[in-house]
């Protein structure tokens, strides 16, 4: 039998699954989100070559970036996902030659964002905290087509200026149950 990868629960070998999950922003959460892309940040590498250097140089760590996150879910009344997305660019509120303070809102649209992931008995287990977001790209709703038979979806892009987890969150003790007797 492996080793025990956790410290608390050190009956459980198997990792946690990926469909419990939840989105928060403004200090709630959004209403759902079926579906989250990966974190994913990528360092370049930066090269240091001596002029007088036959052969290659030296690598070390460049500049970071942070991969923009997508977030799905089913078209509903709620309007998070178009509210948000308005306060980059609203129609409304745009001139006949917007200028960038004519269409966004300068003061708010940027968020930080929380996602929560939980074990199968309902306990949050990780926490990632995103920086500084904002909707770079919106769809109101995917194609339609009268022969489907599936949810009508919407999405956002989110830019991002990094993320990371957040370790205040500690292992929960997983509980045990036992038959009624």
């Known amino acids: 039998?492996?080793?025990?990868?956790?410290?608390v629960n050190t009956q459980r070998y198997d990792p946690y699954l990926n469909y419990r999950f939840k989105v928060m922003w403004d200090g709630r959460y959004v209403a759902g989100?079926?579906?989250?892309?990966?974190?994913k940040r990528v360092t370049a590498f930066a090269e240091n070559r001596r002029g007088a250097e036959p052969g290659g140089g030296t690598i070390g760590p460049g500049q970071t970036a942070?991969?923009?996150i997508t977030l799905e879910r089913g078209v509903t009344h709620d309007r998070e996902f178009e509210q948000w997305a308005n306060k980059v660019w609203d129609y409304?509120?745009?001139?006949?030659s917007p200028s960038p303070?004519?269409?966004?809102?300068?003061k708010d649209y940027r968020k930080n964002m929380i996602?929560?992931?939980?074990?199968?008995?309902?306990?949050?287990?990780?926490r990632y905290n995103?920086?500084?977001?904002w909707v770079s790209d919106y769809q109101a709703m995917a194609e339609l087509d009268g022969s489907a038979s599936t949810v009508l979806i919407?999405?956002?892009?989110?830019?991002?200026?990094?993320?990371?987890?957040?370790?205040?969150?500690?292992?929960?003790s997983e509980a045990s149950f036992m038959d009624p007797e």
């Open 1 to 7: 039998m492996p080793a025990p990868e956790f410290t």
């Open 33 to 39: 989100i079926n579906k989250v892309s990966a974190l």
């Open 66 to 68: 942070f991969d923009p």
């Open 92 to 96: 409304n509120h745009a001139s006949a």
């Open 101 to 106: 303070t004519d269409i966004v809102s300068l």
């Open 115 to 126: 996602i929560e992931l939980f074990n199968e008995a309902g306990q949050a287990v990780a």
């Open 130 to 133: 995103i920086y500084r977001c």
């Open 154 to 172: 919407q999405t956002i892009k989110l830019e991002n200026e990094g993320w990371q987890r957040d370790n205040s969150l500690a292992e929960p």
